[in-house]
C-alpha cells in the first residue's frame, strides 16, 4: 500500500490560483489523479496522467487546470487557474483508479 499525502489547498478569491500537490510514499507506475467532492456528490475525476504521460480532464476543468508529475513520479501536481467558486470541493489525490490508493484530501474554497 502507498501513503499519499495532498498539500496546498486553502481559500481564494474567485479568478485566482491554487497549486496542489501529492506526494507517494513509493514511486509511483499506475494511473495518477485528482479527483474532487462536494457534500453529497460523487467524487468525480478532475484530471488524471496514465501511461504514455498521457493527460486527461474533466471537461469542467480544460484549459484551467494542468495536471503534472515529478520526474521520480513520487510527486504529482495540480495547477489550478481562473478558479471559480463552483471549484469549491475537497480535492483528493489518487494512484491507480477507483481501487488504488487515496490521500486524506485537501480542502479548496473559492469565493466569489
Known amino acids: 500500500q502507498v501513503q499519499l499525502v495532498e498539500s496546498g489547498g486553502g481559500s481564494v478569491q474567485a479568478g485566482g490560483s491554487l497549486r496542489l500537490s501529492c506526494t507517494a510514499s513509493?514511486?509511483?507506475?499506475?494511473?495518477m489523479a485528482w479527483y474532487r467532492q462536494t457534500p453529497g456528490t460523487q467524487r468525480e475525476l478532475v484530471a488524471s496522467?496514465?501511461?504514455?504521460?498521457?493527460?486527461n480532464y474533466a471537461e469542467s476543468v480544460k484549459d484551467r487546470f494542468v495536471m503534472s508529475r515529478s520526474p521520480n513520479r513520487k510527486t504529482w501536481y495540480l495547477e489550478m487557474n481562473r478558479l471559480e467558486p463552483e471549484d469549491t470541493a475537497v480535492y483528493f489525490c489518487?494512484?491507480?483508479?477507483?481501487?488504488?490508493?487515496w490521500g486524506r484530501g485537501t480542502q479548496v474554497t473559492v469565493s466569489s
Open positions: 489518487n494512484a491507480g483508479g477507483d481501487s488504488g490508493d
Open positions: 496522467i496514465r501511461a504514455g504521460d498521457v493527460e
Open positions: 513509493k514511486v509511483i507506475f499506475r494511473t
